[in-house]
């Protein structure tokens, strides 16, 4: 399904049960997120979603691409604006996805009643300075993983041994439907400090974080964090996983998610 300005859900309905929109990271899509929809779509409204330039969604024109992250949470809070306010309305989201949907969890905190972020992309400006600078050869692979989808899923499996196979699928079909202009910005989060949106937070907040050696926040990001003292925020570590958690620790991930959810839902 689309919505009026064309951005591309997958959805289950449950007239009634709690919300949970489901956000994903850079070069995913709403597919990526068929594990999680499927583990929640029992108990609660689900929605994943294709962002801006991602799936089936609309690509980026020329001029969008100035604050693409920015356009990206106008196009959440429309969704959510849309939306039946009588039950909770929760945003799951990872990595770019995460920064998302905190950002407008800041912007419009009476459209969030909750947040569940994994490995959220809270960067300092030397990860988004790295961002930037590596995202000509990140453009560059999503156009080769294009051409030959075949040895990328070979090497996707390889590399990643723990993934379902659905997940590699999607992993696959995300890199193919990418908007590579915008992957070209190396643009994965919003202008706002992390610091700032962390210290905003007002509504129950879990973030989930991994000690594997690709992960955003990791125990510096941790500490950093708790720092901070809002106590709207709690974190977790699911040891053993990437910055992919949920991929790689599928069942320690949603243990930890249920139980928040569970707590914050009703």
């Not at 706002?192 to 050696?213: F, K």
């Amino acid at each position: 399904m689309t919505n009026a300005i064309g951005i591309a859900c997958i959805r289950t309905t449950r007239p009634e049960a709690p919300q949970l929109l489901l956000t994903h990271g850079v070069t995913d899509n709403a597919a990526s997120l068929a594990g999680e929809h499927r583990h929640w779509r029992d108990g609660y409204d689900v929605t994943s979603i294709d962002a801006r330039g991602h799936g089936l969604s609309p690509h980026f024109t020329l001029d969008e691409l100035n604050d693409p992250i920015g356009l990206m949470v106008e196009d959440l809070i429309t969704l959510l604006e849309d939306r039946d306010h009588s039950t909770a309305r929760i945003l799951i989201g990872h990595s770019m996805g995460g920064a998302v949907a905190s950002a407008v969890a800041i912007r419009r905190p009476d459209l969030v009643d909750a947040l569940v972020l994994e490995e959220p992309a809270w960067l300092s400006e030397s990860q988004r300075a790295s961002y930037r600078n590596e995202a000509p050869a990140l453009a560059a692979r999503m156009g080769w993983i294009a051409e030959h989808p075949g040895e990328a899923l070979i090497e996707n499996r390889k590399s990643y041994p723990a993934w379902d196979l659905e997940e590699s699928c999607a992993w696959l079909q995300g890199k193919i439907q990418v908007d590579r202009n915008f992957v070209c910005t190396g643009e994965v989060t919003v202008l706002s400090s992390w610091e700032e949106i962390a210290t905003a937070l007002s509504m129950p907040t879990l973030l989930v974080t991994s000690d594997g050696d690709d992960v955003l926040i990791g125990a510096k990001g941790l500490e950093k964090i708790h720092s901070l003292n809002n106590t709207a925020i709690r974190t977790a570590v699911v040891p053993g996983a990437s910055h992919c958690v949920r991929r790689d620790q599928p069942g320690r991930f949603y243990a930890v998610c249920d139980s928040f959810l569970k707590e914050v839902a009703s």
